[in-house]
């Protein structure tokens, strides 16, 4: 039968979702210290959490100026080097962390991997609900996503998101891990009405002397609040 031997299309996964901002506030607060660290670590360099528990110490440059991760190719899913930033605030939360351990060694992960179960606890904990309204749950992922989402709604150019995350492909930092969530959609759409309106208001526009075969703005904005004129039904007969 030539049907055995289609494949079987894989089932799509869901999108995963992100921290909200308020959630991220309330996990660093509920959670215990050293794993406050690692979550705000992972909030704000947004990095794989396989490869931010795996790279040695010695890649964080935490004492420099400019602080920030030297991810070389090994570490990075792309086969790329790229450098993730870090601010000052928590280039000192690592140093402090860096002077508590006692076997401290830049040739050793700076970060063990949490268990699953101890991020899904400090987010219970914290008040955050395990999946939200469109069925995605918390995870590792969550905190790559907030990256780009966060700098998204600061208005932060979307390449600059691409490189904190070292992807390679723009398309895959806006369509896999920017999270716009229906509220900003909501907030866009009015933005776009009311350009629509101003515009046909003629604001900000040049006046033209010239007959234009098209209503007015203001008779735009009239027909709008208007009900629909009553269809005349003609006989086909």
Same mark, same amino acid.
């Given at each position: ?150 700098? !998204? #709604?600061?208005?932060?150019? @979307? ?12 398309? &895959? %930092?806006? *369509? ?36 234009? !075969? #098209?209503?007015?703005?203001? @008779? ?12 005349? &039904? %003609?006989? *086909?007969?």
């Amino acid at each position: 039968n030539p049907a055995d031997k289609v494949r079987t299309p894989r089932p799509l996964k869901k999108k995963g979702r992100s921290w909200t901002l308020p959630e991220a506030v309330s996990l660093l607060e509920c959670a215990p210290w050293e794993r406050m660290v690692f979550y705000r670590f992972q909030l704000i360099a947004g990095m794989r959490v396989g490869a931010a528990t795996t790279i040695p110490a010695g890649y964080i440059r935490m004492d420099d100026a400019e602080a920030r991760v030297e991810i070389p190719e090994a570490f990075s899913k792309t086969k790329r080097e790229y450098a993730p930033a870090i601010d000052p605030i928590t280039a000192k939360m690592l140093r402090i962390l860096r002077a508590a351990t006692p076997d401290y060694s830049p040739n050793l992960p700076l970060f063990k991997r949490p268990h699953h179960e101890l991020l899904r606890d400090d987010a219970a904990r914290a008040g955050i609900r395990l999946k939200d309204d469109r069925g995605r749950a918390v995870g590792w992922n969550c905190f790559r996503r907030f990256v780009p989402t966060q700098l !998204d #709604k600061l208005g932060v150019n @979307a390449t600059v998101a691409q490189a904190q995350l070292g992807h390679s492909d723009i398309s &895959t %930092t806006l *369509t896999h891990y920017t999270d716009a969530g229906f509220r900003e959609r909501s907030v866009a759409v009015s933005l776009l009405s009311t350009a629509i309106c101003e515009s046909a208001t003629g604001a900000g526009a040049e006046k033209s002397t010239k007959p234009v !075969d #098209k209503p007015t703005g203001t @008779a735009i904005l009239k027909a709008v609040n208007q009900r629909p004129p009553k269809t005349q &039904t %003609t006989s *086909t007969r």
